[in-house]
């Protein structure tokens, strides 16, 4: 691979030991991808913070040894310096307000807080989230990022037309120190074309369709990029939020384009530039009610869990949640968590929304979600969510039956303690 003189003088030690271990992992990284080169990057969004049982003998040992093991896979400890570059963390494991209700213990509270403190004075921000691009990260078109998280990457590739891999805990933990990633796949312009198109037979609107469209786009293209035709309604961010988060879940979908409507494609021929039409899909409203059949892994109406906010709530669904509690009280069966960035949280509670939600019986959660933590309220065996990828993992996760469907009808269902939604 070749390196400029700079990336040189990090590997070989410089720079310090931290960034030569950063180094020495890209190198390996981007070798093994077949990469020419490494790309600046100056925005990187990674999991940096021990919180979790699982690598708790390694948090006992302090920060340092968990970067150096997890964010670096270095068997030797390196003192971690500042971040080289903009980054920040995505969501955690544990919500540091509302971790009793997650049955999380005061030591792992503590471990993630103390991880906080050592990561937020190297310059992690600690947005923990799944959606930086809703609290102040949103790199610009052309931008060159480092972000894991699947739903994250597909509204960074494709909704912000900033340029980025799925990547994980070491090549986030290396690119942090560094200001590096290796320069293959959608970095590359000629990686980012449409490969299939997928035309609309069906109005998509809601929230609920977005994520329908969005699951069965997964399905059928995979890690492929699909080029969408024939969109009916303008989407925003809380819907192609929700598309992208399905596509990514049902499939590995990292990047689409929606003429008109995403940046680098004003047109279904330039989605496709040089690339010829691979595949043709038609999506309707028989594959509509297929898709929707697929993600309700329920038999049972009498449901004990609603989760809401996956991907991360914006402002406006926390609105439209309190405005449907506003004065009501859930069934007292029923454990309601909704979920949005803590930073949103924030104006949230000014403007009312979260004492509305808590009045009527429910929790507000930030810094976390069920699916990433693998903690549900005890007892918990149906749940309904609005979200595909929630629907597309709890059930798995957790073992438990979900009802997938609208807002309203998830807010319905906490109201009665009953499913009763569907479709037309
Ligand atoms: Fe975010 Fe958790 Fe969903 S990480 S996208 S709320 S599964």
């Given at each position: ?141 052309g ?18 037309g900033?340029r ?21 796949g959608y970095h590359l312009t000629e990686n980012r074309y ?70 680098e ?8 530039g040089p ?150």
């Open positions: 691979m070749h390196l400029t003189d700079y990336e040189k003088a990090m590997l070989d030690g410089d720079h310090g030991r931290a960034k030569a271990r950063a180094m020495d992992l890209l190198v390996r990284y981007g070798e093994a991808l077949g990469a020419e080169r490494l790309v600046e990057v100056n925005n990187v969004a990674g999991a940096f913070n021990a919180s979790s049982p699982s690598v708790k003998h390694i948090a006992d040992k302090g920060m340092d040894h968990v970067y150096s093991e997890l964010n670096l896979d270095s068997d030797e400890v390196v003192e971690v310096p500042h971040m080289a570059v903009n980054t920040c963390q995505l969501i955690t494991g544990i919500d540091n307000d509302n971790w009793k209700l997650q049955g999380a213990s005061e030591e792992m509270i503590g471990a993630q807080r103390a991880g906080e403190r050592f990561l937020g004075r190297r310059g992690v921000n600690m947005f923990a989230t799944c959606t930086p691009y809703q609290v102040g990260n949103v790199p610009v078109k931008e060159h990022c480092a972000w894991m998280e699947s739903s994250a990457v597909i509204y960074c590739n494709a909704v912000l900033a980025t891999n799925v990547e994980g805990k070491e090549s986030t933990g290396a690119a942090a120190l560094t200001g590096r990633i290796p320069y293959w449409g490969m299939h198109l997928v035309q609309l037979d069906v109005e998509v609107d809601d929230m609920m369709d977005w994520g329908l469209l969005g699951y069965y786009i997964g399905e059928i293209v995979e890690e492929d990029i699909p080029v969408l035709d024939r969109v009916s309604h303008q989407p925003n961010l809380i819907k192609l939020k929700h598309f992208g988060a399905a596509a990514a879940s049902s499939g590995g979908v990292e990047m689409y384009h929606i003429p008109g409507v995403t940046p494609a004003d047109s279904v021929d330039e989605a496709f690339r010829k039409v691979q595949q043709r899909f038609r999506y309707g409203p028989a594959e509509r009610r297929e898709t929707y059949a697929k993600l309700q892994s329920a038999t049972e109406d009498k449901i004990d869990f609603v989760m809401l906010g996956c991907p991360h709530n914006s402002l406006e669904q926390m609105a439209i949640i309190a405005e449907m509690l506003d004065g009501k009280k859930i069934s007292s069966d029923v454990a309601l968590w909704v979920h949005t960035p803590r930073a949103l949280k924030q104006v949230a509670d000014r403007n009312g929304y979260c004492e509305i939600i808590e009045a009527a019986g429910g929790v507000v959660m930030s810094d976390t979600c069920p699916a990433i933590s693998r903690r549900l309220p005890p007892g918990v065996r149906v749940i309904a969510t609005d979200s595909a990828k929630q629907a597309h993992y709890l059930p798995a996760i957790a073992k438990v039956q979900g009802w997938f469907g609208s807002v309203r009808d998830c807010v319905d269902a906490a109201l009665t303690g009953t499913w009763r939604g569907g479709v037309s």
